[in-house]
């Protein structure tokens, strides 16, 4: 009798998606799912604390959150609800009734804003949001 061991071919290693160029690998991210929103704060920026407001008129949703502090790579937060529910929660907070809510942390450094803090809009939190280039705060706007 005749024993071959045959020794099967490793499966391919899977291809990974393309990274858009434009993707900003260290930067902000603000990801709802079904029960939970995923924040991420950038390495980049240390900070202390974290809030989460209507954007109109800066009412507190959620925070303030310090497990941020002391941390020296990406700080993920998981916060409750989708964001269907974060948008439904600013409408009815927010007098005017704006979905929209405002991301905002108080930084360890100076920023280029010239405060020590940073903060993203999310105008529709049932929505992903990546990086800084829309929806980030500019000098002048996060006082």
């Not at 499966?11 to 991210?29: H, K, N, R």
């Not at 709802?32 to 507190?60: D, E, M």
């Not at 609800?81 to 439904?88: I, L, Q, R, V």
């Amino acid at each position: 009798m005749n024993y071959f061991i045959s020794e099967s071919e490793p499966e391919p290693e899977p291809i990974p998606e393309p990274i858009p160029e434009d993707l900003e690998l260290d930067g902000f991210l603000w990801e709802p799912n079904a029960n939970s929103v995923r924040i991420v704060i950038p390495a980049s920026l240390g900070h202390w604390q974290l809030h989460v407001f209507t954007l109109n008129s800066h009412h507190i949703l959620f925070g303030p959150d310090h497990s941020g502090k002391g941390c020296s790579g990406n700080v993920e937060y998981i916060l409750p609800n989708s964001g269907a529910e974060w948008a439904k929660l600013a409408t009815q907070t927010c007098p005017k009734g704006f979905p929209s809510v405002m991301v905002y942390i108080n930084t360890n450094e100076l920023q280029t804003n010239g405060h020590n803090s940073a903060g993203w809009r999310i105008i529709n939190p049932t929505k992903m949001v990546l990086g800084d280039k829309t929806t980030r705060l500019q000098p002048g706007q996060d006082k």
